[in-house]
């Protein structure tokens, strides 16, 4: 294998901010990995647009990266993922193209016959994939979906800790808050929230997200096709958002040193 190859960056894609959570996992897992991250603020929130939409940006963002060189394409973000997920990896074979989905499988098998929430953006919750999902865990425990597209909103602005935000979550999850045993953190930008989110739930419910596992699916999709970067060396990172201001990158930068 080409060492040059194997020094190309992993692209991580967001519809904004949220992505970051999953470069937080990538970077853990695999320090030496050289990264580019590219958020596109500029028409989030993806949750409230169409699937074609969608779609539309995310192959179009992917084919962007994809002509600058990179080895692997992490769609960090479960809305694109519900859209786009197949035609990128037609389009883009010769490269490991990861997707999201809710961590509902662990947090189901971890709490048969329990409350478990899933919270995400309207358009993950109503597309087929999750839709298949739900039908296979639905039987195993009473899986309530609650979309909360403004989750989406308060990160962007950077405000994960607000009266606004917390008046919006007593509104979300009041009704849940004696019940559910667990949350789904069904968007990347959610775990940003997790200890908001945590203070309006029963203090023993379990929150789950997708960012680990995709990484370690990552981690697999490179070893099998030899694309691991070698040495101690760290990797760097690029930062880059449709966006482009100062304001939205120094946010940016300051969600991946949390």
Known sequence: MDNMKQDLPIAVFDS??????????LRALMPEENYLYFGD????PYGVRSLEDVRALTIRAISTLYNRGIKAAVI???TATSAAIIPLREQFADIPVIGMEPALKPAVLEHPHECVLVLATALTLREEKFSHLMESYDRLA??????CPELVEFVERGELDSPALDAYLAERLGPWRDRADAA???CTHFPFLREAIRKHLNPSAVLYDGGAG???QTRRQLELRNLRRGGDDLGHVVIENSL?????????????EL
């Open 244 to 256: 482009g201001t100062p304001e939205i990158l120094g946010r940016s930068c300051r969600l991946l």
């Open 76 to 78: 960090a973000c479960n």
């Open 142 to 147: 009473e899986v309530i979906s609650l979309p």
């Open 184 to 186: 789904v953190l069904g």
């Open 214 to 216: 995709t990484a370690r």
């Open 16 to 25: 904004g901010l949220g992505g970051i959570s999953v470069l937080r996992e």
């Open 41 to 44: 603020s500029a028409n989030a």
